[in-house]
């Protein structure tokens, strides 16, 4: 065990819930570490159910492009907890995270804190404490009560699509997790507003109406669309972008790559130009978002001429994008190796796969205590429409898989499991 590891590890035992959504033990414990969240960038803060990590990561390509120095934190990470804290584009290092957090646990003094909140406040003080142009802030659940919703004047927020998701702690209908994730909406502050359901968009322009934020909504002030060359058309008023396709597949990719566009052109103080912002979009590295995996011991332990596609899905939304992208590719036997969390629809997930799937292995994600059960999910997918076998780990899954000769694996369920995944084929 490294010596990062080990403080992780310590800093799980803080609170006896991996998530408990409050905003009083982080102000308490930013408050006494002198309020780095107060000394940062500008920031943008963005929130939603589906592709606030791909919006995310599209805009800081593009003002990377455009030359600027950017801060991001973003979660849950895939491989190292470090890939949660960017400091001006460069993952932060193992010695300067182990301070920081060490740090944060003397002033916090063993008083209940989360996992999560501890560890954004030490991505405040890397922030506070190194210079840059911008931050960009990804909320971890929710919003209104996220740790991240503790920025006082954001310079931009964003709002992705919202829909089900985190029902224990969010609710149970889209209007309720409409109403925590518009919570970082601030006022007079603009916020960019990508397609929602209509409970939800209600509920988004009460909050924007309460607070006098302007708000800049998908096919109502501004249109994303494929070209006729094969690339994108962005259109706001008068003004038109011709621009690339995202390296990233999907049509939910291309409302992700709007969403961005759009906040790049109204990120007061930045000039974003064109040019940089078609950078971005070819220049987009977002793991586990239909990822191809070509090698490793995963492909090895397949057929060679196996397709093997890695994805992050975990939610009904994410299902019915994922679903629409594979069926989007020439079509071929496929089959599915899934794990899901305990806290996720996974019926709900893999319904929309169902017609397209021939058969698969489900298995309980590795180190993971919130995990289905291989059983479980194999009960879920079987209400989904799937026969998925169950199977004690990912290389027992891959043999079995290996013998049915797919055209096709997809590698899905969970950023989780796909974490493992790529740790695994390294």
């Not at 589906?50 to 979660?75: C, D, I, N, P, Q």
């Not at 960017?86 to 920081?100: E, N, Y």
Request: with cysteine.
């Amino acid at each position: 065990m490294t010596a990062l590891d080990a403080i992780l590890q310590r800093l799980m035992a803080l609170h006896p819930k991996a998530i408990d959504l409050s905003l009083d033990r982080i102000r308490r414990l930013l408050a006494e570490l002198g309020d780095p969240h107060l000394a940062l960038p500008p920031v943008f803060h963005v929130a939603g159910s589906k592709g606030k990590g791909s919006t995310t990561a599209f805009l800081r390509a593009m003002a990377e492009a455009a030359g600027y120095r950017v801060h991001a934190y973003t979660s849950p990470h895939l491989v190292r907890f470090n890939e949660r804290i960017r400091l001006a584009g460069q993952l932060i290092d193992d010695a300067r995270l182990i301070a920081l957090l060490e740090r944060c646990e003397r002033v916090n003094a063993g008083r209940p804190i989360t996992f999560f909140e501890i560890t954004t406040a030490a991505a405040y003080l890397a922030f506070a404490e190194t210079p840059a142009d911008l931050v960009l802030l990804e909320t971890g659940l929710g919003g209104i009560a996220d740790t991240t919703n503790v920025i006082p004047h954001p310079r931009l927020t964003a709002l992705t699509p919202i829909g089900i998701d985190h029902v224990g702690f969010l609710g149970d209908t889209v209007a309720k997790i409409a109403v925590s994730k518009a919570g970082i909406i601030k006022p007079g502050i603009p916020c960019i507003v990508g397609p929602q359901p209509d409970d939800a968009m209600a509920v988004i322009m009460a909050k924007a109406a309460a607070c006098s934020a302007p708000l800049l909504c998908q096919d109502r002030d501004w249109s994303i669309q494929p070209g006729k060359d094969g690339g994108l058309l962005w259109r706001e008023g008068e003004s038109v972008l011709h621009l690339p396709a995202p390296s990233l597949l999907g049509a939910h990719q291309i409302v992700n790559a709007g969403i961005a566009v759009t906040c790049a052109r109204h990120l007061a103080g930045f000039e974003i130009p064109p040019a940089a912002i078609a950078a971005g979009l070819r220049g987009i590295d977002w793991p586990a978002r239909m990822q191809r995996l070509t090698q490793g011991p995963i492909a090895a332990a397949l057929p060679k001429h196996t397709e093997i596609w890695l994805d992050g899905a975990h939610n009904a939304m994410a299902g019915e994008a994922l679903a629409a992208t594979l069926a989007s590719l020439p079509q071929k036997n496929t089959w599915l190796l899934a794990g899901v969390l305990n806290t996720k629809d996974a019926a709900g997930l893999l319904r929309p796969l169902a017609p397209l799937i021939a058969g698969g292995c489900s298995i309980a994600i590795p180190g993971e205590a919130n995990s289905l059960s291989a059983g479980d999910l194999a009960q879920a997918a079987a209400q989904a429409g799937i026969a998925l076998d169950p199977q004690p780990d990912i290389a027992t899954a891959i043999g079995h898989l290996a013998k049915q000769q797919p055209a096709r694996l997809l590698i899905t369920g969970s950023l989780y499991l796909a974490g493992k995944i790529l740790t695994d084929n390294k």
